[in-house]
């Protein structure tokens, strides 16, 4: 049976769960509509008073909030708190107007540390353990998400951050590490760097809790086996608060979401119509119990699967299989979140059309991501001076956008394949998505 940091809420018998769920959202959608001017203007529109919520069978009347209206309303917009009540933000790794900036109370910490305290207990955490967290620190969520969940637990906590590969493994070495907290991506190529030192037979992790990026059940097996662990998913996003709104528990078959903190729906990611349990769509949160930056009704663009099927844990927490997609065209390359549309901004701004073709693939552990764009027939290079220095340009413009470093190549017009007349703009050879294994 499973460890629990908190057993009488994770295995909560679900009448009592939805009770606490209903309470709390009667109370957060009228902490909204009061101090969040936005949202309650939606709710004005939509015909909605707060009265009109008397629990989680009411959550469906309520209007959803998408990751645009976030942007349009950046950066005071949704914040539902005094300033002199907020004592920490934190950000999305978006580039300019696509950021996100999320504001929390002492009590937010406090919720979010317990969520990833429960996501490091789940994968056997004890206040014996050394936790080592080589995410980002930051403004990026998933330094400090581990960090102050692995406080909560009373593990001794190595606050590493990412890059350094050497410091890293001589840390886990010198002080021990047992749980290993990064993307799936560096696990993976840690582990390359461990055994290309001789290194393993010094090497004493139990666990690794790895988020942050889509990765495969063949990842899984193959970081599993070469560091000799037991390898947990973690789901989050900063929106929401950061990591730790799910966490997988030893049955490694889907993330328990902490639903005494957020609702879960899946929608269809079209008509927005809610779906029963087991359908495949696109999952929606609403955050019941922050203040700073509370949340209603907000569609992540990830494709998922909830089960209630009984979990051998113990706990009653509805899971949600890996994200199976997205129903928006975003991708995430070496860390970063990447929209077309950001792309073809550039490309536009530059006087190209959107004729081009984005090839993401993963060499190794690492991301590549290269561009092909078609000049114009009346504007072609002269030399090829002159095209590389066109190149240098975009490369130089894509990376200010996009925040990372994009392979750029001009090519002669009419050279990008095309599918029904327009170039086939995305190729990304990683295939980071498979089918659930949650599926009822
Ligand atoms: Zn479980």
């Known amino acids: 049976m499973g460890n629990y940091f908190n057993e009488e809420i994770e295995t909560m018998p679900l009448d009592k769960l939805q009770a606490l769920q209903s309470e709390r959202l009667v109370e957060q959608v009228k902490h909204v509509y009061d101090n969040v001017a936005f949202y309650r203007n939606k709710m004005d529109e939509a015909g909605i008073k707060p009265e009109d919520i008397h629990g989680i069978e009411d959550l469906h009347k309520l209007p959803f909030i998408t990751k645009d209206d976030l942007r349009d309303q950046y950066p005071y917009g949704f914040r539902a708190v005094p300033q002199n009540e907020c004592v920490r933000i934190q950000s999305t790794s978006g580039t300019t107007g696509r950021r996100v900036v999320s504001f929390y109370t002492q009590d937010d910490i406090d919720i979010w540390d317990t969520c990833c305290a429960r996501a490091i207990v789940a994968a056997g955490g004890t206040k014996d353990d050394v936790v080592h967290v080589c995410y980002g620190y930051g403004l990026f969520t998933g330094g400090p998400g581990l960090n102050g969940g692995s406080h909560k637990v009373g593990c001794l906590t190595l606050p590493m951050s990412s890059g ?22 560096y696990a993976a190529y840690l582990a ?50 950061g990591p ?16 005494d903190h957020f609702i879960a729906e899946i929608i269809n990611p079209v008509t927005g119509e809610v779906l029963p349990e087991g359908e495949k769509g696109e999952l929606v949160f609403t955050c019941i119990t922050k203040k700073a930056f509370p949340l209603l009704r907000y569609r992540t663009r990830d494709i998922c699967v909830l089960s209630r099927k009984k979990c051998s844990c113990g706990r009653t927490h509805v899971r949600m299989s890996k994200p199976l997609g997205r129903s928006d065209d975003m991708m995430v390359v070496k860390g970063v979140n990447v929209f077309p549309s950001q792309i073809e901004t550039v490309l536009l701004n530059d006087g190209y059309e959107a004729n081009y073709r984005l090839v993401v693939d993963r060499v190794g552990n690492s991301d590549t ?4 764009v078609e000049w114009l027939p009346s504007n072609p290079p002269k030399d090829k001076d002159e095209k590389r220095a066109r190149e240098s340009k975009l490369f130089g413009h894509l990376k200010s956008m996009l925040g990372i470093a994009v392979e750029v190549s001009l090519v ?3 050279s990008i394949p095309r599918s029904e007349g327009k170039a086939v703009r995305i190729v990304d050879n990683r295939n980071l998505y498979e089918e659930s294994t949650l599926a009822n």
């Open 192 to 241: 390359e760097s461990i055994h290309e030192r001789g290194a393993m037979d010094q090497i004493k992790l139990k666990a690794g809790i790895f988020g942050a990026e889509a990765w495969t059940e063949e990842m899984r097996h193959n970081i599993e086996k070469s560091l000799n662990i037991k390898a947990y998913d973690i789901y989050g996003l900063t929106e929401i608060s």
């Open 369 to 372: 991501i290269a561009v092909d």
């Open 244 to 259: 730790g709104v799910s966490f997988e528990c030893s049955e490694q078959k889907g993330m328990h979401i902490n639903e």
């Open 164 to 185: 350094n590969t050497d410091r890293q493994i001589q840390f886990m070495q010198d002080l021990g590490s047992t749980i290993l907290c990064c993307t799936p991506s």
């Open 412 to 414: 002669a017009p009419k």
